[in-house]
């Protein structure tokens, strides 16, 4: 016998679940990319994704994933030797760092405890011993995908502004967009970065970066910018081939128009609602499992938490056995604790990673809270009582 027939659930932050509306979007015959419905379509997306960024400048959309909008920000502000100054609240912050490495950008880190957001004093000082103005952008995660931890972008701009300093403020909001609130004009944002598969409920293959008008000015200097890349054709082209530098992706902009109507129908505050409610539940919960026992959030404070995912450490084997467990006897697949320990050190086994992001609704999160209870039961992991009392208490808005 196996409890895990049925239809398997993937709560891993991203690629995140697909509603079946958009899925049916894409299922079509090769629209003509020449003329026609695909070009109207295609018009239609704009005002939408800047409505979704809180924006009124432009947006540039590349056939890729997460790994290309860090590529695309990283070629378009910088020229061979700029500096980025690069703030690292977990995995996603070393992984742009590297990415602007690669292209012989000088990135310097400045590391945070992985608890805990980015303290604003310490960009100031940064930038502050920059007086040539090598740093041309500072590049920092809304919510690290790795640590769970989540910044407060207004206070970075802040921090910048602090110093004097005219570096530019480039965020990738790759796992919060359309689950955290997010106020690219509103914040001083002037490049973010956003990938398909994660709020945005559409499969993986689409890179999407907003930029303002410095940004957009900024990269007129880069000499790291390359025809590909180039965000100028991109925002401003007037042939439809310009906007996506040769053949559009077509199906997956079918997705992106679906999930972009279903974002309208329930509108941006109620969705950002949705999403801080279902993580107050998960939270609920592994607060009563952590009154007893090894298990702890990885972030300690709620206002510094990501309401899209949710990081725990259960301590090694406990983490992988529970993952394990799940995905083998209940079909439900959890996240693993990226970058919370190297892959080789037996630590990495302790951890796991809550996704409650983009196409998820209360029966799903409790569904998957009763699963974590049973199989913390199943394998004897010690922890305290009540936290599916205490997640029904917040769906119930008890
Ligand atoms: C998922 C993610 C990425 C990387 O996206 P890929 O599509 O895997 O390249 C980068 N940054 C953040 C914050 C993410 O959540």
């Known amino acids: ?25 894409m299922h079509r015959a090769a629209p003509n990319i020449y003329a026609g419905p695909l070009h109207d379509m295609v018009a239609t997306l704009w005002p939408d994704l800047r409505a979704l960024a809180r924006t009124r400048h432009h947006v540039a959309i590349y056939i890729g994933n997460g790994h290309a909008a860090w590529e695309a920000a990283n070629s378009n502000l910088f020229s061979r030797g700029d500096k980025a100054l690069v703030l690292v609240t977990g995995q996603f912050g070393i992984g742009w760092a590297s990415a602007a490495r690669g292209l012989g950008i000088e990135a310097q880190q400045l590391v945070f405890p992985k608890q805990t957001p980015v303290d604003a004093m310490r960009v100031t000082m940064a930038l502050a011993a920059d007086p040539d103005h090598r740093i041309k952008a500072v590049l920092v995660t809304h919510v690290d995908t790795g640590s769970t931890v989540r910044n407060d972008i207004a206070a970075v701009r802040a921090a910048i502004d602090a110093a004097g300093h005219p570096a530019l403020l480039a965020v990738d909001a790759i796992a ?13 944002v002037d490049v973010m970065i956003a990938a398909s598969q994660k709020g945005l409920m559409v499969p993986p293959g689409l890179a999407f970066v907003w930029l303002s008008e410095k940004a957009l000015a900024a ?6 910018r390359t025809p590909y890349w180039d965000w100028t054709p991109r925002v401003q082209g007037t042939e439809f081939w310009q906007l996506f530098c040769g053949t559009a992706p077509t199906h997956h902009l079918f997705g992106l128009r679906e999930a972009l109507d279903m974002i309208a129908e329930e509108g941006l505050e109620a969705i950002w609602a949705r999403h801080a409610t279902l993580a107050r539940a998960v939270w609920a919960a592994f607060d009563a499992w952590s009154a007893e026992g090894p298990i702890r959030l990885t972030v300690a404070d709620p206002d510094h938490r990501g309401h899209s995912v949710t990081g725990a450490q259960l301590g090694a084997p406990y983490g992988s056995e529970l993952r394990h467990w799940c995905e083998t006897t209940a079909g439900l697949t959890l996240g693993i604790g990226l970058g919370m320990a190297p892959p080789d050190d037996p630590a990495w086994h302790g951890f796991i990673r809550v996704a409650h992001m983009g196409h998820v609704n209360a029966h799903m999160v409790l569904g998957t809270l009763s699963t974590i209870e049973a199989g913390l039961r199943a394998l004897h992991i010690p922890r305290g009582a009540g936290a599916l009392e205490a997640a029904a208490a917040v769906v119930a808005g008890a």
């Not at 016998?1 to 979007?25: D, F, H, K, T, W």
């Not at 919060?176 to 914040?187: A, I, K, P, T, Y």
């Not at 990269?219 to 790291?224: I, R």
Request: aromatic share 6%.
């Open 1 to 25: 016998m196996s409890l895990a027939n049925g239809r398997p659930y993937l709560a891993i932050p991203g690629p995140s679940v697909m509603p079946e509306r958009v899925l049916a979007a």
């Open 219 to 224: 990269c007129a200097k880069s000499d790291l």
């Open 176 to 188: 919060s967009l359309g689950c955290d609130r997010f106020e690219m004009d509103g914040w001083g």
